[in-house]
């Protein structure tokens, strides 16, 4: 013998599925809910755009600078079959991912930190101003430079390409606007400063070897290959030594944003994120309480 149990009996869940309409008509009960949820939201998204601390970007557009043939006075073409020879580059050049991998490399990110003493700004919440100290004696829990490099490649100073145009973007975000450009253009000098120091580094020990082989050469044009050689090197020096964009040439330097040119904190994204959330914290606690209420009809109408 079967009995069939009504699906609204007591104890019993109702598993068919709920009708567009009933989930049109509850939410239609609830907009009153859900519109306060939704303005609350949005102006909490507001306040904390208001309350978070405004960061703004500086950018330097780069080119690399590679005048190999002008510095060696067309001696390039005269004089390459004896660099291969003798196993040396000709040098006086910056390729453009030499630059680019300058611009990123933790020992520039380092030297710039450690030039402008940027310790106390990247960890300011660990640095006590009035004492000049961190706020922390234990050494183990005080900042390390290694955390600084780190901090300053991943939120403060950012380098791309634009493979189309030839150019690197250098963009440093800070919340000082002046301060941004500031080390924008800054940074630029120091990496052309350090690409100048390696070029004539090498330059002068392309120089110190030819030297020394000229006084073993005999052959005539064996040795005033070597001269020419060598005169190219010293014009390379005399350029690095002479020219303050060496290898990188800023065709347009960084300026101080206006002050509400501010990149983060996105402002209509907090509200429209606040907005969502607000909006779906009121449609669930709606749910909860007529679910309650609903159950608590239910019991009544039982008793």
């Given at each position: 013998m079967s009995s069939t149990i009504a699906p609204d009996a007591p104890g019993v869940a109702d598993t068919s599925p709920v009708p567009l309409i009933e989930v049109l008509r509850f939410i239609g009960r609830a907009k009153w809910p859900l519109l306060a949820g939704f303005a609350a939201g949005a102006m909490l998204g507001l306040l904390a755009a208001s309350m978070?601390?405004?960061?703004?970007?500086?950018?330097?557009?780069?080119?690399?600078?590679?005048?190999?043939?002008?510095?060696?006075?067309?001696?390039?073409?005269?004089?390459?079959?004896?660099?291969?020879?003798?196993?040396?580059?000709?040098?006086?050049?910056?390729?453009?991912?030499?630059?680019?991998?300058?611009?990123?490399?933790?020992?520039?990110?380092?030297?710039?930190?450690?030039?402008?003493?940027?310790?106390?700004?990247?960890?300011?919440?660990?640095?006590?101003?009035?004492?000049?100290?961190?706020?922390?004696?234990?050494?183990?829990?005080?900042?390390?430079?290694?955390?600084?490099?780190?901090?300053?490649?991943?939120?403060?100073?950012?380098?791309?390409?634009?493979?189309?145009?030839?150019?690197?973007?250098?963009?440093?975000?800070?919340?000082?606007?002046?301060?941004?450009?500031?080390?924008?253009?800054?940074?630029?000098?120091?990496?052309?400063?350090?690409?100048?120091?390696?070029?004539?580094?090498?330059?002068?020990?392309?120089?110190?070897?030819?030297?020394?082989?000229?006084?073993?050469?005999?052959?005539?044009?064996?040795?005033?290959?070597?001269?020419?050689?060598?005169?190219?090197?010293?014009?390379?020096?005399?350029?690095?030594?002479?020219?303050?964009?060496?290898?990188?040439?800023?065709?347009?330097?960084?300026?101080?944003?206006?002050?509400?040119?501010?990149?983060?904190?996105?402002?209509?994204?907090?509200?429209?994120?606040?907005?969502?959330?607000?909006?779906?914290?009121?449609?669930?606690?709606?749910?909860?309480?007529?679910?309650?209420?609903?159950?608590?009809?239910?019991?009544?109408?039982?008793?």
């Open positions: 978070l601390t405004k960061k703004y970007r500086a950018d330097v557009v780069l080119m690399v600078v590679t005048p190999t043939e002008s510095r060696l006075g067309g001696l390039g073409e005269q004089i390459g079959g004896l660099a291969s020879l003798v196993g040396m580059d000709l040098g006086g050049s910056t390729s453009k991912g030499e630059a680019v991998q300058t611009l990123r490399s933790q020992y520039l990110a380092r030297k710039f930190i450690e030039r402008r003493n940027l310790m106390p700004l990247l960890f300011a919440q660990r640095w006590d101003a009035q004492a000049g100290a961190w706020r922390s004696k234990d050494p183990a829990e005080q900042p390390t430079i290694s955390a600084g490099v780190r901090k300053f490649r991943e939120r403060v100073a950012r380098v791309s390409e634009d493979k189309a145009a030839g150019t690197i973007l250098l963009s440093v975000t800070w919340p000082d606007r002046e301060v941004a450009a500031t080390w924008a253009n800054e940074f630029v000098a120091l990496a052309n400063e350090e690409l100048r120091a390696r070029a004539i580094r090498e330059a002068q020990l392309s120089i110190d070897y030819l030297s020394a082989e000229l006084e073993t050469t005999e052959q005539v044009e064996l040795r005033e290959l070597m001269h020419k050689l060598m005169y190219g090197h010293l014009r390379t020096m005399v350029v690095a030594r002479t020219r303050a964009d060496y290898a990188l040439r800023a065709i347009d330097p960084a300026v101080a944003p206006d002050a509400k040119a501010y990149v983060t904190p996105r402002r209509f994204l907090l509200m429209l994120i606040g907005a969502v959330v607000g909006t779906l914290l009121a449609l669930l606690a709606y749910t909860i309480v007529s679910v309650r209420r609903a159950a608590a009809t239910r019991r009544a109408g039982g008793g």
